[in-house]
């Protein structure tokens, strides 16, 4: 190990070391039980998760970033402190003695939709930074990275599971949401803890750029089903607690007890799945993490204890990050040199705006027509992944 790579790691360890704690106070666990519970049914949800394509436009401005950037590391602090503000702002008025509805779901759109168009914003750059500093060794640094985020996450699920126990609705979501909000702020700190070379800029215009981005992208087309199958089933998955605590009849405190679950499996899955995935290829991993999502949503179709659902808790999260991070390093690996942070840029572009599409029709098809017909149905796209996986690895 190089100082320059031990530096870095240590960065980015320490990034997600706060991050983690923070992340899992307002993860989806714990963000969907609260939007339904306000709301009364999943229509917040559905609604709330269309804020996701601001990510699209934000993509343009990304990638001109990426391309006019000679340093990243402080633009990528700043633009992900600046995402985060609104956790705090939402927690500091749900923590009111009596919150009106009229507000918060002002601020919740507004909230969101910030972090969707900044989020969009910094993907570029963000992946641009870490795969320049991290080299070939990109998908272990991820895998290391995730696992952190995850342990620490664990933490925070189990904490904020104790802070939505011992309060009312909503200030219990909302201090959750606060310190959340204060931990992944000052996370990004660590980011300017970075070493990063200088890149020298050639003289070439944005629109030119990215014609050749998109130009180089077309021959494995087939990936991008993958990606957008992918981003459908995170959506779907992100009703697992939820539909546990309706169906089970349990309290506001399982969402953080969920949580933690789900970050312990993802941090397990994510490691293993970055070292085989450098060791034995991206592809296949992604095989192995497509066949395991059919596992667990047959286990969520129908309910017969709290054991069951754990178990496919479990498997949901270990599969999905092994999915997500087998997904970022084929791309990455797919990508020519220096276009690893736009490729990654257009892989995000198109997971917003599936997610958008897909949160809101699984948060309609879940009023409509029951947990049970929904995740049954979510095996349709993973099946239609794993033919586009086997594309890919013909065309490698």
Known sequence: MTPRFARNLFAVLLWELLWGFGNACTS?????????????????????????????PALVVSLWLAHRLRRKKVAVAILWAAQMVGWIVLGAVLRERTPDARVIVPIVYISQSVFAFLAGVSMAPTYELLTSVFGERFGSAQGLQLLVRQISGVAGGLWAASALAHDAFPRNFGKAFLVGGIALTASNAAVLLFHEEPRELPPSTFAADLKRTLREARPIASLVWVIACAAFLVS????????????????????????????????IGGALAGALGDKHGHARALVVSLVLQVAAFALAMRLFGLGQFYVALGIVGFASAAMQINLAGLTAKLAPP?????????????????????????????????????????MIPVFFALFAVRVVIRRQ
Request: charged fraction near 10%.
């Open 338 to 378: 220096g276009s690893g942070g736009a490729w990654m840029a257009i892989m995000r572009w198109l997971t917003q705006l599936v997610s958008a599409l897909a949160t809101a029709l699984v948060a309609f098809g879940a009023d409509r027509a029951g947990y049970a017909l929904l995740f049954g149905a979510c």
């Open 28 to 56: 989806s666990a714990i963000f969907v039980t609260f939007l339904s519970q306000l709301a009364g049914s999943k229509r917040l949800v559905g609604t709330v998760g269309l804020t996701m394509l601001l990510g699209i």
């Open 236 to 267: 779907a998955e992100s009703l697992f607690p939820v539909s546990a605590i309706e169906r089970l009849k349990l309290g506001d405190e399982y969402a953080g007890f969920f949580a933690s679950v789900t970050l312990a499996a993802s941090g």
